[in-house]
């Protein structure tokens, strides 16, 4: 029993514990891209604040940095590699409440770093890193950042796009969202630029989108699933409440357009040599609604000017008919 009260205990303290650290500091930027040569020394700068009401000891730590399935990221220790060629000056930063520090992020590439793209997190926490095989008993909040680092060297740029497409092939109304696979053949990271052209079936452009409004990147030997910024109504879609006919006439008027399409992707990648892949699907919007009620407007509207036309051309023959019979007497 005592067992079952102490565990009690324990999860109500995590109940309580818990949100008090989920948002105890700040760091940015959350992504460090750099470039260096063999041997060489880089410097930059990060910061740090602490979102915490009391002061805090903050602590960095490096870990290696892939991903699984091109796309979940993974973290791990390692004694090898960019973790083990960065630190931090100071090598700890003491915070009052709210306050916010620079510290400088020191990379030493080693003469025999190999060409390519190599990775790591670097994360801070207000708890120490431990050492060998020491653990901790506690829940420890920590806000990483990536770091991708280009060694210059023989090196090889190669993307190729897998797939391009729409989530659907039949859309009433916009927007239209869109995503790519890239794969990355190539000893760097691919961080793809380019655009999207929408043509209507006349060849005219009806819009112009960013193909990587997250800034993603992709990792040599993997494939990742990047989501391309939304074709919208000019100012953007509103923001339409519930369901039913009605809301949704309103989000085909809102969202209007209509007919064929075709999206032509341009994928711009590399630094020293730009290359580019391309790749173009097609879809259809039918806001079906807006076409019913505008049939039957225009069905109502011609019926209304044939029923006209029918008792103006009577009242024509009544009033020859009428001549005529004056015309008898």
Known sequence: MRKIYFFIILFILGLVLLPYQSGALTISPAKIILSADPGETITTVMVVRNDLERTLIFYPAFEAYTTRGGEEPVFFETNRGLPTWIETNPLSVTLGEKETASV??????PEDAEPGSHFAAIFWSA????????TGVGIVTRVGALVLLDVSGEVVNSAEIVGFKTPQKFFTHLPVSFIYDLKNEG??????DGKIIIKNIFGGTSGVLNINPSQAHVMPGTTRTIYAQNWEPEGGMPKIEGEGIFQDFQRELKGFALGYYRANLTIEYGKDEIKTT?????????????LILTILVLSLLI???IKGIQKYNQWVINKVEERIRRGKR
């Open 104 to 109: 400088e992020v020191i990379i030493k590439v």
């Open 127 to 134: 708890a120490p890193p431990t050492k060998g095989t020491e």
């Open 187 to 192: 000893t760097v990271y691919v961080m793809p």
């Open 278 to 290: 391309q790749a173009n699907c097609g879809f259809w919007v039918v806001p079906w609604r807006i």
């Open 303 to 305: 019926l209304g000017i």
